[in-house]
């Protein structure tokens, strides 16, 4: 008559230690996601300094800076909204800006500027703390979606509310090639 | 080793080694102090097969004397290792490149989900770098001057996810750890052997010959005491041994490491191939600090060479293999990307 007494004690404990692991997960992808914010964040304020600072010098590549801003405030409008508009909006955004990079290599006069080099140096940083921390979510949104869709743990999923967390995958093909740098003799402008 | 083991195999096998030799370490000082007693308590059963020494006095003051100490390193160890190097901390990044350290370190936090290391910069122009703490909240990261300026920040990034890896899987914490059991055994051996070679004699024959005592317990007690003093006189070699074991495991899984951070393990495979180019000793670096290196501060030759001897007494794998693991990594990644592998 003790059997299913410590039966039921022994499965209850087991509920309670899946449902614990599952929120674990859940807000580990919650704050992981929170990462990835700040650092889209401060990319989005650096920004204006970087086009400022080159503005002068850049009067030819008008159309690229342009397109750096438009692509900046698409990505701050949030990009139709959820993890798959974002991704894209921000995609397009390091793709406008990766752009600029390789077209910033062709002024000398920038490339030498201290303030520039310190920007540049920032943007980039901030371009890989964006791939890390995505690379973290991803990480950690997997194993809380491995989680809650193995048995037997798929049986409290539903008592945690948990959800399958959507990965932050590249769509924009831009990001994903290589930047093709022009190297016809174009007329180039005398900085 | 199975042809190229993908990286988190690798983190696995690692681990299960290194629990085994922490295991060791722990038996080992078990039987430094209770070893002792027990040879007491069987020499000290007379004719009537009662044990006068019934107390073990002995495992209860090396456990005492132990836990003080190894927790007085604990605490002190992370903050002497910094000193004893010259390290001067980066609070607000002057120049581009330790702008850029700072930078490739938060990254490098950010990747690994811990908290941000304090930065260090170790004033010598030899390329090396080393992670020191009490585990992923309270950790710190020292470059040298030569390391922040031979390398691309690509390498540097190799580097300091290399450090990384030491802090996120618990190494920094696991060699704090050592260094203080380590420095314990060696106080212990020294003390004790003082003892017996002064007062101790005497202890000694009246516990091998006085009390008259019959046939089997003395002899048991003969026995566990002579292997007791041997290893009381090896301890410090055994121990460093397998501190330095350890130290060798750990450097494998903390490139694993960095190659799972940066997801680039050519970045690492270019900076090992300038350290180990630049063959200079590290004078900032003192041995003591050896084992958390990137590489042998020291440039000894064991570390150099494969084999028994090199097994057994270099602090760090040798170079060479470590480089062609991670470019046997980097070739896997291409692979699995789709693009054709070059060189």
Request: glycine share 10%.
């Amino acid at each position: 008559m003790w059997f299913p007494l410590i039966l039921i004690v022994v499965v209850l404990a087991w509920v309670a230690m899946a449902y614990n692991g599952l929120i674990a997960l859940k807000n580990q992808t919650v704050n992981a996601w929170k990462q990835i914010d700040v650092q889209l964040k401060r990319r989005h304020d650096l920004i204006p300094n970087l086009v400022n600072t080159v503005k002068g010098s850049m009067e030819f590549e008008k159309d690229t800076l342009q397109a750096v801003i438009d692509a900046r405030s698409k990505a701050m409008a949030g990009g139709g909204g959820g993890v798959k508009g974002t991704a894209a909006a921000e995609g397009a955004l390091s793709g406008a800006l990766g752009k600029l990079f390789v077209v910033m290599e062709q002024y000398p006069d920038l490339k030498s500027s201290q303030n520039v080099r310190d920007l540049q140096e920032e943007l980039s940083s901030t371009e890989n703390k964006i791939a890390f921390a995505r690379q973290l979510y991803n990480d950690v949104a997997t194993q809380y979606n491995t989680k809650q869709q193995q048995f037997p743990t798929n049986f409290v999923a539903g008592l945690a509310k948990a959800q399958i967390a959507e990965l932050w995958e590249i769509e924009d093909q831009a990001e994903r090639a290589v930047p093709q740098v022009d190297l016809s003799l174009k007329p180039k402008p005398q900085a | 080793m199975s042809a190229a083991p993908n990286l988190f195999e690798q983190q696995a096998r690692n681990r299960r080694q290194t629990a085994a030799w922490v295991m060791l370490f722990v038996l080992f000082f078990a039987w430094l102090g209770f070893g002792g007693d027990a040879a007491l308590y069987f020499g000290s059963v007379d004719q009537l097969g009662q044990a006068h020494y019934t107390v073990p006095w002995i495992g209860i003051a090396v456990t005492v004397a132990a836990c003080g100490v190894a927790w007085y390193s604990w605490v002190n160890g992370p903050k002497q290792v910094l000193w004893s190097t010259g390290a001067a901390e980066i609070v607000n990044p002057q120049t581009f490149e330790e702008k850029q350290l700072v930078n490739v370190v938060e990254e490098m936090a950010i990747a690994a989900g811990v908290p941000r290391p304090r930065v260090y910069l170790v004033p010598d122009a030899d390329p090396n770098a080393f992670a020191t703490g009490h585990g992923p909240g309270a950790a710190s990261i020292a470059v040298t001057t030569g390391l922040l300026q031979g390398l691309s920040r690509e390498e540097l990034q190799g580097v300091v996810g290399h450090e990384m890896g030491h802090i996120r899987n618990f190494d920094v914490r696991l060699m704090t750890t050592i260094a203080a059991l380590v420095g314990v055994i060696v106080l212990l051996s020294d003390g004790m052997g003082r003892m017996f070679r002064g007062g101790g004699g005497r202890g000694a024959g009246a516990l091998l010959g006085g009390r008259g005592k019959k046939g089997g317990a003395g002899a048991i007690a003969l026995v566990i005491f002579v292997l007791w003093l041997v290893t009381l006189i090896l301890a410090p070699l055994i121990s460093r041994l397998m501190a330095m074991a350890i130290s060798r495991n750990r450097e494998y899984l903390a490139d694993a490491t960095s190659a799972e951070l940066t997801r680039n393990p050519g970045g690492l495979a270019a900076a090992l191939q300038k350290i180990d180019a630049s063959d200079a000793p590290t004078t900032s670096i003192k041995s003591g600090v050896a084992h958390l290196c990137i590489a042998d501060p020291l440039g000894r030759s064991a570390n150099l060479r494969e084999g028994r001897f090199a097994d057994l007494f270099g602090t760090h794998p040798p170079m060479a293999k470590r480089i062609t693991i991670l470019k046997g990594m980097a070739y896997q990644q291409l692979k699995a990307s789709g693009q054709t592998p070059i060189g």
